[in-house]
Protein backbone atom coordinates (compact mmCIF):
# COMPACT_ATOMS: atom_id res chain seq x y z
CA UNK A 1 0.00 0.00 0.00
CA UNK A 2 2.92 2.44 -0.05
CA UNK A 3 2.40 4.26 -3.33
CA UNK A 4 5.45 6.32 -2.36
CA UNK A 5 7.69 4.08 -4.52
CA UNK A 6 6.08 4.89 -7.64
CA UNK A 7 7.58 8.18 -6.87
CA UNK A 8 11.37 6.84 -7.73
CA UNK A 9 9.99 5.24 -10.87
CA UNK A 10 11.60 6.70 -14.17
CA UNK A 11 8.16 8.31 -15.98
CA UNK A 12 8.84 6.66 -18.89
CA UNK A 13 9.28 3.11 -17.06
CA UNK A 14 6.36 4.36 -15.11
CA UNK A 15 4.76 4.63 -18.68
CA UNK A 16 5.17 1.74 -19.92
CA UNK A 17 4.68 0.11 -16.15
CA UNK A 18 1.33 1.85 -16.16
CA UNK A 19 0.28 0.31 -19.22
CA UNK A 20 0.10 -3.10 -17.92
CA UNK A 21 -0.28 -3.15 -14.67
CA UNK A 22 -2.88 0.04 -14.15
CA UNK A 23 -4.35 -0.30 -11.03
CA UNK A 24 -2.15 -2.24 -9.14
CA UNK A 25 1.16 -0.17 -8.74
CA UNK A 26 0.18 3.71 -9.29
CA UNK A 27 -3.21 3.22 -6.75
CA UNK A 28 -4.97 6.67 -6.10
CA UNK A 29 -4.39 8.12 -2.74
CA UNK A 30 -7.60 7.66 -1.87
CA UNK A 31 -7.40 4.11 -2.71
CA UNK A 32 -11.32 2.79 -2.86
CA UNK A 33 -9.95 -0.54 -2.90
CA UNK A 34 -7.69 -0.42 0.12
CA UNK A 35 -10.94 1.25 1.62
CA UNK A 36 -12.93 -1.85 1.40
CA UNK A 37 -10.26 -4.26 1.99
CA UNK A 38 -9.81 -2.45 5.57
CA UNK A 39 -13.62 -2.30 6.21
CA UNK A 40 -14.58 -5.70 4.93
CA UNK A 41 -11.60 -7.11 7.24
CA UNK A 42 -12.67 -5.07 10.68
CA UNK A 43 -16.27 -6.25 10.49
CA UNK A 44 -15.54 -9.62 9.59
CA UNK A 45 -16.68 -12.85 12.19
CA UNK A 46 -12.75 -12.90 12.95
CA UNK A 47 -12.69 -9.61 14.18
CA UNK A 48 -15.90 -10.05 17.05
CA UNK A 49 -17.44 -6.84 16.50
CA UNK A 50 -14.03 -4.59 18.07
CA UNK A 51 -15.76 -5.10 21.43
CA UNK A 52 -14.71 -7.04 24.59
CA UNK A 53 -15.25 -10.76 23.59
CA UNK A 54 -13.25 -13.34 21.80
CA UNK A 55 -9.98 -10.11 22.42
CA UNK A 56 -11.72 -8.40 19.43
CA UNK A 57 -10.65 -5.43 20.38
CA UNK A 58 -6.69 -6.70 21.16
CA UNK A 59 -7.01 -8.54 17.37
CA UNK A 60 -8.44 -5.30 15.42
CA UNK A 61 -5.67 -2.92 17.34
CA UNK A 62 -2.97 -5.54 15.99
CA UNK A 63 -4.25 -5.23 12.16
CA UNK A 64 -4.09 -1.23 12.52
CA UNK A 65 -0.93 -1.24 13.94
CA UNK A 66 0.00 -3.44 10.96
CA UNK A 67 -1.35 -0.85 8.69
CA UNK A 68 0.18 1.97 10.40
CA UNK A 69 3.51 0.35 9.97
CA UNK A 70 3.07 -0.01 6.46
CA UNK A 71 2.70 3.42 6.09
CA UNK A 72 6.26 4.21 8.03
CA UNK A 73 4.15 6.14 10.67
CA UNK A 74 6.22 7.27 13.62
CA UNK A 75 4.66 5.78 17.01
CA UNK A 76 3.77 8.18 19.35
CA UNK A 77 3.39 5.91 21.85
CA UNK A 78 5.47 2.21 22.21
CA UNK A 79 3.80 0.29 19.58
CA UNK A 80 1.53 2.80 18.65
CA UNK A 81 -0.52 1.64 21.61
CA UNK A 82 -1.66 3.90 24.64
CA UNK A 83 -2.88 1.23 27.29
CA UNK A 84 -5.26 1.95 30.04
CA UNK A 85 -7.76 -0.28 31.70
CA UNK A 86 -11.98 0.54 31.61
CA UNK A 87 -14.66 -1.54 33.28
CA UNK A 88 -17.17 -3.10 31.01
CA UNK A 89 -20.13 -5.71 31.46
CA UNK A 90 -19.63 -8.48 28.60
CA UNK A 91 -21.82 -11.46 27.80
CA UNK A 92 -19.57 -14.11 26.24
CA UNK A 93 -21.02 -16.98 26.57
CA UNK A 94 -24.94 -18.02 26.04
CA UNK A 95 -27.89 -15.37 24.99
CA UNK A 96 -31.23 -16.50 24.44
CA UNK A 97 -34.42 -15.73 25.67
CA UNK A 98 -38.19 -17.66 25.13
CA UNK A 99 -41.32 -16.22 25.52
CA UNK A 100 -44.08 -19.00 26.19
CA UNK A 101 -41.55 -21.39 24.61
CA UNK A 102 -41.39 -18.94 21.70
CA UNK A 103 -37.52 -18.32 21.11
CA UNK A 104 -36.60 -14.99 19.91
CA UNK A 105 -34.49 -13.74 17.47
CA UNK A 106 -31.44 -12.14 18.89
CA UNK A 107 -30.93 -8.42 18.10
CA UNK A 108 -33.78 -8.26 15.61
CA UNK A 109 -36.45 -9.04 18.29
CA UNK A 110 -34.63 -8.62 22.05
CA UNK A 111 -31.38 -7.12 22.99
CA UNK A 112 -30.39 -8.02 26.77
CA UNK A 113 -29.76 -4.22 28.15
CA UNK A 114 -25.67 -3.95 27.95
CA UNK A 115 -25.89 -3.41 31.80
CA UNK A 116 -28.13 -6.94 32.38
CA UNK A 117 -27.07 -9.22 34.57
CA UNK A 118 -27.12 -12.87 34.00
CA UNK A 119 -29.69 -15.15 34.78
CA UNK A 120 -30.91 -18.65 33.35
CA UNK A 121 -34.42 -20.51 34.18
CA UNK A 122 -37.83 -20.12 33.71
CA UNK A 123 -39.81 -17.32 35.66
CA UNK A 124 -43.60 -16.77 35.80
CA UNK A 125 -43.87 -13.53 34.17
CA UNK A 126 -46.37 -10.25 35.66
CA UNK A 127 -47.47 -7.66 32.94
CA UNK A 128 -47.59 -3.55 33.79
CA UNK A 129 -49.07 -1.65 30.81
CA UNK A 130 -47.89 1.86 30.32
CA UNK A 131 -50.77 4.03 31.60
CA UNK A 132 -50.34 2.01 34.60
CA UNK A 133 -46.79 3.70 34.76
CA UNK A 134 -48.24 6.58 35.99
CA UNK A 135 -50.52 4.83 38.87
CA UNK A 136 -48.24 4.54 41.73
CA UNK A 137 -50.32 2.50 43.63
CA UNK A 138 -50.22 -0.42 40.77
CA UNK A 139 -47.31 0.07 40.53
CA UNK A 140 -46.66 -1.28 44.37
CA UNK A 141 -49.00 -3.70 43.23
CA UNK A 142 -47.69 -5.31 40.58
CA UNK A 143 -44.29 -4.70 42.15
CA UNK A 144 -45.68 -7.30 45.18
CA UNK A 145 -47.61 -9.64 42.61
CA UNK A 146 -44.03 -10.02 41.15
CA UNK A 147 -41.60 -10.59 43.63
CA UNK A 148 -38.84 -13.54 42.64
CA UNK A 149 -41.14 -13.59 39.02
CA UNK A 150 -40.30 -11.22 35.70
CA UNK A 151 -41.92 -7.79 35.29
CA UNK A 152 -43.09 -7.43 32.11
CA UNK A 153 -43.40 -3.58 30.92
CA UNK A 154 -45.70 -3.24 27.82
CA UNK A 155 -44.33 0.03 26.41
CA UNK A 156 -45.77 -0.21 23.15
CA UNK A 157 -47.98 2.77 21.18
CA UNK A 158 -46.44 4.88 23.41
CA UNK A 159 -45.67 7.70 21.35
CA UNK A 160 -49.30 8.84 21.51
CA UNK A 161 -48.73 9.47 25.04
CA UNK A 162 -48.81 12.74 26.13
CA UNK A 163 -44.96 13.92 26.14
CA UNK A 164 -44.72 14.46 29.95
CA UNK A 165 -46.24 11.14 31.08
CA UNK A 166 -44.11 9.67 28.37
CA UNK A 167 -41.19 10.92 30.45
CA UNK A 168 -42.62 10.62 33.15
CA UNK A 169 -42.91 6.40 32.61
CA UNK A 170 -39.58 6.74 31.32
CA UNK A 171 -37.94 7.49 34.49
CA UNK A 172 -40.53 4.81 36.76
CA UNK A 173 -39.18 2.19 34.10
CA UNK A 174 -35.69 3.29 34.78
CA UNK A 175 -36.37 2.72 38.30
CA UNK A 176 -37.92 -0.90 37.77
CA UNK A 177 -35.13 -1.91 35.92
CA UNK A 178 -32.00 -0.89 38.09
CA UNK A 179 -33.56 0.03 41.34
CA UNK A 180 -31.41 -2.61 43.19
CA UNK A 181 -34.02 -2.36 46.54
CA UNK A 182 -36.82 -4.30 44.31
CA UNK A 183 -37.34 -7.76 44.94
CA UNK A 184 -38.31 -8.47 41.26
CA UNK A 185 -36.04 -10.98 39.60
CA UNK A 186 -35.66 -8.66 36.26
CA UNK A 187 -37.45 -7.05 33.83
CA UNK A 188 -38.52 -7.62 30.38
CA UNK A 189 -39.42 -4.65 28.61
CA UNK A 190 -41.86 -4.68 24.85
CA UNK A 191 -41.43 -1.76 22.96
CA UNK A 192 -41.74 -1.05 19.02
CA UNK A 193 -39.13 1.02 18.51
CA UNK A 194 -36.11 -0.04 16.41
CA UNK A 195 -33.41 -2.17 18.47
CA UNK A 196 -29.92 -1.13 19.09
CA UNK A 197 -27.43 -2.11 21.55
CA UNK A 198 -24.90 -0.81 23.47
CA UNK A 199 -21.77 -0.98 26.15
CA UNK A 200 -22.22 -0.40 29.15
CA UNK A 201 -19.29 0.05 31.97
CA UNK A 202 -21.73 -0.75 35.32
CA UNK A 203 -23.56 -4.11 36.01
CA UNK A 204 -27.37 -3.96 36.82
CA UNK A 205 -28.41 -5.87 39.58
CA UNK A 206 -30.87 -8.35 37.63
CA UNK A 207 -31.17 -9.06 33.93
CA UNK A 208 -32.67 -6.16 32.20
CA UNK A 209 -34.33 -7.58 28.13
CA UNK A 210 -35.87 -5.38 25.19
CA UNK A 211 -38.36 -7.30 23.28
CA UNK A 212 -39.86 -5.99 19.97
CA UNK A 213 -41.87 -8.94 18.92
CA UNK A 214 -45.05 -9.67 17.48
CA UNK A 215 -46.62 -10.93 21.19
CA UNK A 216 -50.35 -11.42 22.42
CA UNK A 217 -49.34 -9.50 25.91
CA UNK A 218 -52.52 -10.95 27.38
CA UNK A 219 -50.90 -14.34 26.62
CA UNK A 220 -47.85 -14.12 28.31
CA UNK A 221 -47.16 -16.49 31.36
CA UNK A 222 -43.45 -17.12 31.59
CA UNK A 223 -40.06 -16.40 30.12
CA UNK A 224 -37.21 -18.89 29.85
CA UNK A 225 -34.11 -17.33 29.65
CA UNK A 226 -30.56 -18.20 29.65
CA UNK A 227 -27.91 -15.39 30.21
CA UNK A 228 -24.24 -15.78 30.99
CA UNK A 229 -22.67 -12.77 32.09
CA UNK A 230 -19.26 -11.61 32.89
CA UNK A 231 -18.08 -7.80 34.65
CA UNK A 232 -14.41 -7.04 33.93
CA UNK A 233 -13.56 -4.40 36.39
CA UNK A 234 -9.94 -3.54 34.10
CA UNK A 235 -10.72 -4.88 30.60
CA UNK A 236 -7.04 -4.04 28.72
CA UNK A 237 -8.03 -1.25 26.25
CA UNK A 238 -5.74 0.90 24.30
CA UNK A 239 -5.94 4.38 21.43
CA UNK A 240 -3.28 3.60 18.49
CA UNK A 241 -1.57 6.93 17.44
CA UNK A 242 0.81 7.50 14.66
CA UNK A 243 2.73 10.65 13.35
CA UNK A 244 3.77 11.91 9.96
CA UNK A 245 6.37 14.14 10.88
CA UNK A 246 5.85 18.09 8.77
CA UNK A 247 8.88 19.42 6.57
CA UNK A 248 8.84 22.91 8.13
CA UNK A 249 6.74 23.64 11.19
CA UNK A 250 7.25 19.81 12.89
CA UNK A 251 5.89 20.99 16.86
CA UNK A 252 2.70 22.01 15.19
CA UNK A 253 -0.21 19.35 13.97
CA UNK A 254 -3.63 18.40 12.38
CA UNK A 255 -5.23 15.27 13.78
CA UNK A 256 -7.37 13.30 12.15
CA UNK A 257 -9.48 11.02 14.42
CA UNK A 258 -11.88 8.08 14.18
CA UNK A 259 -12.71 5.10 16.72
CA UNK A 260 -11.94 1.43 16.05
CA UNK A 261 -14.18 -0.09 18.24
CA UNK A 262 -17.35 -0.73 18.26
CA UNK A 263 -20.23 -3.26 20.64
CA UNK A 264 -18.46 -6.71 20.11
CA UNK A 265 -20.74 -9.68 21.09
CA UNK A 266 -24.16 -9.86 22.56
CA UNK A 267 -23.32 -13.83 23.82
CA UNK A 268 -20.89 -16.27 21.56
CA UNK A 269 -23.00 -16.22 18.51
CA UNK A 270 -24.12 -13.09 17.64
CA UNK A 271 -21.87 -10.46 17.05
CA UNK A 272 -21.92 -6.71 15.46
CA UNK A 273 -19.91 -6.24 12.41
CA UNK A 274 -19.90 -2.19 12.80
CA UNK A 275 -19.36 -1.37 9.09
CA UNK A 276 -20.16 1.93 8.87
CA UNK A 277 -19.32 2.64 12.78
CA UNK A 278 -16.75 3.09 12.45
CA UNK A 279 -14.51 0.42 10.27
CA UNK A 280 -15.27 3.13 7.45
CA UNK A 281 -13.88 6.04 10.04
CA UNK A 282 -11.03 3.55 10.43
CA UNK A 283 -10.37 3.46 6.68
CA UNK A 284 -10.21 7.13 5.98
CA UNK A 285 -8.07 7.57 8.82
CA UNK A 286 -5.55 4.68 6.83
CA UNK A 287 -5.94 6.21 3.45
CA UNK A 288 -4.89 9.62 4.56
CA UNK A 289 -1.96 7.83 6.42
CA UNK A 290 -1.45 6.41 2.96
CA UNK A 291 -1.42 9.43 0.97
CA UNK A 292 0.78 12.02 3.36
CA UNK A 293 3.04 9.23 4.05
CA UNK A 294 3.75 9.92 0.50
CA UNK A 295 3.25 13.56 0.13
CA UNK A 296 4.77 14.88 3.87
CA UNK A 297 3.21 18.13 4.69
CA UNK A 298 5.07 21.52 6.25
CA UNK A 299 3.22 20.26 9.78
CA UNK A 300 2.97 17.23 11.41
CA UNK A 301 -0.33 14.81 11.03
CA UNK A 302 -1.30 12.77 13.65
CA UNK A 303 -3.50 9.47 12.83
CA UNK A 304 -5.27 8.13 15.82
CA UNK A 305 -8.08 5.20 16.12
CA UNK A 306 -9.66 5.71 19.49
CA UNK A 307 -10.84 2.81 21.73
CA UNK A 308 -13.73 2.68 23.39
CA UNK A 309 -15.62 5.44 21.91
CA UNK A 310 -18.89 3.39 22.38
CA UNK A 311 -18.24 2.65 26.10
CA UNK A 312 -19.02 6.63 26.33
CA UNK A 313 -15.83 8.51 24.52
CA UNK A 314 -13.58 6.64 26.99
CA UNK A 315 -10.51 6.68 24.33
CA UNK A 316 -10.22 10.14 23.32
CA UNK A 317 -11.17 11.65 27.01
CA UNK A 318 -8.29 9.06 28.01
CA UNK A 319 -5.93 10.67 25.54
CA UNK A 320 -6.98 13.95 26.47
CA UNK A 321 -6.29 13.39 29.84
CA UNK A 322 -2.88 12.00 28.51
CA UNK A 323 -1.64 13.28 25.70
CA UNK A 324 1.51 12.61 24.23
CA UNK A 325 1.82 16.16 22.62
CA UNK A 326 1.49 19.84 23.96
CA UNK A 327 -2.43 20.23 23.36
CA UNK A 328 -1.94 23.72 22.67
CA UNK A 329 -0.37 23.03 19.64
CA UNK A 330 -2.98 21.07 17.73
CA UNK A 331 -4.25 23.11 14.93
CA UNK A 332 -7.35 21.71 14.28
CA UNK A 333 -9.11 18.25 14.75
CA UNK A 334 -10.88 16.25 12.29
CA UNK A 335 -12.82 13.00 13.99
CA UNK A 336 -14.59 10.53 11.10
CA UNK A 337 -17.01 8.50 12.75
CA UNK A 338 -19.79 6.83 10.24
CA UNK A 339 -17.89 7.22 6.80
CA UNK A 340 -19.59 4.70 4.74
CA UNK A 341 -22.15 6.37 2.94
CA UNK A 342 -22.00 10.19 1.44
CA UNK A 343 -24.76 10.15 -1.74
CA UNK A 344 -26.32 12.90 0.79
CA UNK A 345 -23.12 14.32 1.76
CA UNK A 346 -21.63 14.84 5.35
CA UNK A 347 -22.41 16.93 8.42
CA UNK A 348 -19.97 18.65 10.26
CA UNK A 349 -20.91 18.84 14.14
CA UNK A 350 -19.13 22.33 15.57
CA UNK A 351 -19.22 23.61 11.89
CA UNK A 352 -21.29 26.73 13.39
CA UNK A 353 -18.63 26.95 16.10
CA UNK A 354 -15.85 27.19 13.53
CA UNK A 355 -17.29 29.35 10.76
CA UNK A 356 -14.08 30.39 9.23
CA UNK A 357 -12.95 26.61 8.74
CA UNK A 358 -16.19 25.64 7.59
CA UNK A 359 -16.47 28.11 5.11
CA UNK A 360 -13.19 27.29 4.00
CA UNK A 361 -13.92 23.06 3.04
CA UNK A 362 -17.17 24.87 2.04
CA UNK A 363 -15.33 26.52 -0.63
CA UNK A 364 -13.12 23.45 -1.21
CA UNK A 365 -15.61 20.87 -1.81
CA UNK A 366 -17.99 23.51 -4.37
CA UNK A 367 -14.41 23.84 -6.22
CA UNK A 368 -13.76 20.19 -6.35
CA UNK A 369 -17.67 19.43 -6.85
CA UNK A 370 -16.50 16.29 -4.63
CA UNK A 371 -19.75 15.94 -2.13
CA UNK A 372 -23.62 16.79 -2.59
CA UNK A 373 -24.33 18.96 0.54
CA UNK A 374 -21.63 20.09 3.52
CA UNK A 375 -24.35 20.49 6.54
CA UNK A 376 -23.35 22.33 9.34
CA UNK A 377 -24.17 21.80 13.11
CA UNK A 378 -23.53 23.37 16.13
CA UNK A 379 -22.14 21.83 19.29
CA UNK A 380 -22.29 18.45 20.43
CA UNK A 381 -20.41 15.64 22.62
CA UNK A 382 -21.80 12.41 20.63
CA UNK A 383 -18.11 11.47 19.88
CA UNK A 384 -14.43 11.59 19.85
CA UNK A 385 -13.76 15.04 19.26
CA UNK A 386 -15.96 16.05 22.34
CA UNK A 387 -13.25 15.95 24.78
CA UNK A 388 -10.89 18.00 22.71
CA UNK A 389 -13.27 20.68 21.88
CA UNK A 390 -13.53 21.17 25.86
CA UNK A 391 -9.93 21.14 26.31
CA UNK A 392 -9.80 24.22 23.64
CA UNK A 393 -9.23 22.14 20.78
CA UNK A 394 -10.36 23.60 17.54
CA UNK A 395 -12.10 20.50 15.73
CA UNK A 396 -14.80 18.88 13.29
CA UNK A 397 -16.67 15.97 13.97
CA UNK A 398 -17.76 14.94 10.33
CA UNK A 399 -20.32 12.16 9.48
CA UNK A 400 -21.89 10.93 6.07
CA UNK A 401 -25.65 10.91 5.03
CA UNK A 402 -27.30 9.31 2.83
CA UNK A 403 -27.78 5.52 2.62
CA UNK A 404 -28.05 2.69 4.96
CA UNK A 405 -30.20 3.55 7.90
CA UNK A 406 -28.32 0.09 10.02
CA UNK A 407 -27.29 1.53 13.29
CA UNK A 408 -25.97 -0.65 16.43
CA UNK A 409 -27.63 -3.75 15.20
CA UNK A 410 -26.60 -6.81 12.54
CA UNK A 411 -27.09 -5.04 9.50
CA UNK A 412 -24.20 -2.42 9.69
CA UNK A 413 -22.13 -4.79 7.73
CA UNK A 414 -19.65 -4.25 4.47
CA UNK A 415 -22.31 -4.99 1.92
CA UNK A 416 -24.83 -2.19 3.64
CA UNK A 417 -22.12 0.42 2.61
CA UNK A 418 -22.03 2.38 -0.42
CA UNK A 419 -18.94 4.16 -0.12
CA UNK A 420 -20.48 6.07 -3.12
CA UNK A 421 -18.24 9.41 -1.72
CA UNK A 422 -15.62 8.20 0.02
CA UNK A 423 -13.25 9.08 -2.33
CA UNK A 424 -14.45 12.50 -2.56
CA UNK A 425 -14.43 12.72 1.13
CA UNK A 426 -10.89 11.84 1.69
CA UNK A 427 -9.89 14.19 -1.39
CA UNK A 428 -11.79 17.04 0.76
CA UNK A 429 -10.12 16.23 3.88
CA UNK A 430 -6.33 16.14 2.69
CA UNK A 431 -7.93 19.93 0.57
CA UNK A 432 -8.83 20.78 4.05
CA UNK A 433 -5.98 20.10 6.12
CA UNK A 434 -3.19 21.44 3.28
CA UNK A 435 -4.94 24.76 3.60
CA UNK A 436 -3.69 25.38 6.95
ZN1 LIG B 1 -19.30 5.52 16.10
Same mark, same amino acid.
Given at each position: ???????????????????????????????????????????????????????????????????????????????????????????????????????????????????? @????????????????????????????????????? +??????????????????????? @????????????????????????????????????????????????????????????????????????????? #?? #???????????????????????????????????????????????????????????????????????? @?????????????????????? +????? @??????????????????????????? +???????????????????????????????????????? #???????????????
Amino acid at each position: MNHCQNSFVPWRFYFVLSVFIPAATHAPAQDIEYAGEIIRTLSSHEYHGRGYVNDGLAVSAAYIVGEFRKHNLQPLFDGYMQHFTMPVNTFPGKVSVSINNRPLEPVSEFIVDPAS @KGLSGTFPVITIDKNELLQPKLINRKLRMASKKFLLI +NFRNASGMDEKDRDLALDIIRIL @KYDPGLKIAGVLELTDEKLSWNVSTVCATRPVVRINAELDTDEINHVKLEVENQFIDHYPVCNLAGLIRGKLIPDSF #FI #FAAHYDHLGQMGSETYFPGANDNASGVAVILNLADYFSCHIPDYSIILIAFTAEEAGLLGSKFFVENPPIDL @KRIKFMINIDLAGNGEKGITIV +NGSVF @KEQYEKIRQINESCNCLPDIKSRGEAC +NSDHCYFYRAGVPDFFIYTMGGTQAYHDLNDDFNSLTLSR #FTELVKVLIEFSDSF
